[in-house]
């Protein structure tokens, strides 16, 4: 995976911002839509893109298009930044494979302190008993 040729993959979209600023927001579109199609992603292969399916799925629409929207700042230049450096943490993240979780047994020392337990508990149950006539 390239990641210029994946940045090329992006679409952005430029919406007015909501929130205080007054003149400033209601003329500029500083906010920042940035949408990746990931089925049709020439750059991501079959294993990585099924990978992101799994692991982005909460974050997917329908169409299999991730959104990310950013207006933390006034300038435009900044928020797209800011979006492309979230999806980048976002894709590396999801490419990322979890270990495989390897069986191990219970130690010798362990089973012991088990069964010892185990009896203690046991004695002290047979106690609780009626004396027999």
Known sequence: ?????????????????????????????????LTFNLQNSNELNDEEKQLLFKNLSSKLTKENVLILTCDES????????????????????????????????????????RLEKKKKIAYKKVFRKKPEI
């Not at 952005?12 to 007054?22: D, Q, V």
């Not at 979006?83 to 270990?99: D, Y």
Request: glycine letters at 6%.
């Open 74 to 113: 006034r300038s435009q230049h900044k928020n797209k930044e800011i979006a492309i450096s979230r999806f980048l943490n976002i894709i590396v993240e999801g490419l990322k494979v979890p270990k495989k979780r390897k069986k191990s047994k219970p130690t010798k020392s362990s089973i012991e302190k």
């Open 1 to 33: 995976m390239i990641i210029e040729n994946l940045l090329k993959e992006l679409g952005f979209k430029f919406i007015r911002s909501s929130g205080s600023g007054g003149q400033h927001v209601n003329k500029v579109s500083s906010k920042v839509e």
